[in-house]
């Protein structure tokens, strides 16, 4: 049976800046057009947060049961290691979505209806992520939901909701985020390519192979700040954004290495970081001025 710490880190806490960082940006990119709501980017941060954890969770669950987690190296995996049933974590999965569907509802009724229907996309996304029968994570959409979902769709949902519409300045700063959210994956996807081939999850890392996969982490960390000088157009301060370069670059060290395994693990933490100081910045440049 699971101990309390075995949940926590099955939850997958280092993912977590994924679901801050798009809340950040989105509302630094609110308060750049005098729209900012405290509480609704409070809501905003409990449905981000929710959903990451929730979709973590299902991951555990479906890639459990399919037997993908068997041999994987990586984070602790509750029910490939068989700490916890697949039944426990399904709940664990449905529970934590369940909470940013009513945080979600608070904001859609006090924002726009419509948003209702995002939010059901969002909730079908983490899901049939690795759930169903054909899920899209095992064909090669994983980076694309991931840019979708926890860059485009967070950042400037989080705009709206707070400002009321979303401009130039919130799809910058959504495309940033989206392109470190989908970094993170892929550095992932990487470290997992022998276990995912072997099992049968087509990743678009299994797809692209190794070399093209590490050049494309690359391209994806240094997008955000070209992104930045792009902003300048706003806000110069928006440069502010650039001192996250370090991280970024660190990021990449072991994958431009060629490392492998476990040695990729502080790709993927560095790479979060990195997004997590950038959004900070970046949204504090642009709120402020």
């Known amino acids: 049976m699971a101990t309390a710490a075995q949940w926590i880190e099955g939850a997958r806490p280092r993912t977590l800046p994924n679901a801050i960082a798009p809340v950040l940006a989105g509302t630094g990119a ?4 005098d729209g900012l709501v405290w509480w609704k980017a409070a809501l905003a941060l409990l449905v981000s947060l929710a959903l ?22 990586g984070p602790l995996r509750l029910v490939g290691s068989g700490l916890a049933s697949p039944e426990s974590v399904r709940t664990a999965a449905f529970a934590s979505l369940g909470v940013g569907a009513v945080a979600g509802l608070i904001l859609a009724a006090t924002s726009a209806w419509w948003l209702v229907a995002v939010g059901a996309l969002c909730l079908a996304g983490a899901w049939f992520y690795t759930g169903g029968k054909k899920p ?20 400037l949902g989080t705009e709206y909701v707070q400002a009321g519409r979303v401009d130039w300045v919130g799809l910058a700063l959504a495309v940033g985020v989206g392109a470190f959210s989908s970094a993170v994956l892929v550095a992932n996807n990487l470290r997992d390519i022998p276990t995912d081939a072997e099992s049968g999850k087509v990743t678009l890392a299994v797809r692209l192979g190794d070399p093209r996969t590490r050049t494309l982490q690359l391209v994806l960390l240094a997008l955000p700040f070209v992104l930045s000088l792009v902003l300048v157009v706003r806000t110069p301060f928006a440069l502010v954004g650039l001192l996250a370069l370090p991280l970024a670059i660190r990021a990449n060290a072991p994958v431009r290495s060629g490392k492998g395994g476990l040695a990729l693990i502080p790709a993927l933490r560095d790479s979060g970081l990195a997004m997590l100081v950038w959004s900070a910045l970046t949204a504090l440049a642009v709120g402020l001025t």
């Not at 979709?55 to 190296?73: F, P, Q």
């Open 30 to 33: 609110a308060a750049s057009i």
């Open 52 to 73: 990451i954890v929730g979709v973590n969770y299902a991951n555990d669950y479906s890639d459990g049961i399919r037997g993908t987690d068997d041999e994987r190296v």
């Open 136 to 155: 899209y994570g095992y064909s090669g959409f994983g980076e694309i939901a991931v840019f979708i979902f926890f860059g485009l769709i967070a950042v």
